[in-house]
């Protein structure tokens, strides 16, 4: 009975608020087929280095030897930031008039991801959990949710990785980081990430779902505080990886 009220609630919803096509402006949902082979989804991994190096498809590791000294045990992205509709995508779920059910649809596509990088083994993703980059309280009561943790929920129902909500804090208020340079984001960001809860990530995989990875400066800070929290491993999840 519950379905089946939500389904009717669902498509009163599209009656009164109609999607349409972040692409072309088509009218039913937010991405189109047409528009959504113009995406160009990832077929396989690539290391965490500057100029990021293809890696093996059925390789565990998602580091080259160039980057073994980062934090992060490597990163899953399913499109280039460069490609103009990801970018529409990104934009219209962290900006106004922010589409937050536009996880539904983004998760959708991580996961077609995971499917042709061969990631969709069992084995990948056993002992894991999943984490939210955290926002500031100040920044979650502007825009009304954190855009990576429901995501992270998103990805959870599909891949049966619990989410974890409770563990990683945003202690402080910082700038934007596409406003800073590469430098400054590492300063921006220092110490301003702690852990809670460390029982539940010690010795476990953890996912760490963000929305774009630029330099990696947010990850890799989160990474160093949940490594030191007990974490085996931290590996990183983006939506789009900017070049």
């Known amino acids: 009975m519950n379905k089946l009220s939500n389904q009717l609630k669902e498509k009163a919803t599209d009656l009164l608020f109609p999607k349409f096509c972040l692409g072309c402006q088509k009218e039913g949902t937010y991405l189109c087929q047409d528009c959504l082979h113009l995406l160009e989804i990832m077929e396989g991994n690539y290391c965490l280095c500057q ?6 498809a059925n390789s565990l590791s998602g580091k080259c ?4 000294d980062k934090r992060l045990s490597g990163l899953l992205f399913a499109m280039s930031y460069k490609n103009n509709i990801a970018k529409k995508l990104i934009r219209q779920f962290k900006y106004p008039p922010y589409l937050k059910d536009l996880s539904k649809t983004i998760a959708s596509i991580l996961l077609e991801h ?3 990088c061969q990631k969709n083994k069992d084995i990948f993703w056993e002992n894991s959990v999943l984490v939210a980059v955290p926002l500031h309280k100040k920044k979650i009561k502007t825009r009304g949710y954190n855009q990576s943790e429901e995501l992270a929920k998103e990805l959870s129902v599909v891949l049966k990785v619990p989410v974890l909500l409770d563990v990683l804090i945003k202690t402080k208020q910082t700038k ?13 960001l220092s110490d301003s990430f702690a852990t809670a809860n460390a029982e539940k990530i010690k010795n476990k995989k953890v996912f760490l779902v963000d929305d774009v990875y630029t330099t990696g400066s947010t990850m890799e800070e989160c990474a160093k505080v949940l490594r030191k929290a007990g974490a085996k491993q931290v590996w990183g999840i983006a939506i789009a990886r900017e070049e």
């Open 51 to 56: 100029k990021p190096l293809p890696l093996p």
């Open 114 to 116: 995971f499917i042709l």
């Open 65 to 68: 030897r160039s980057c073994q």
């Open 176 to 188: 934007p980081q596409m406003e800073l340079s590469k430098e400054d984001r590492h300063k921006n």
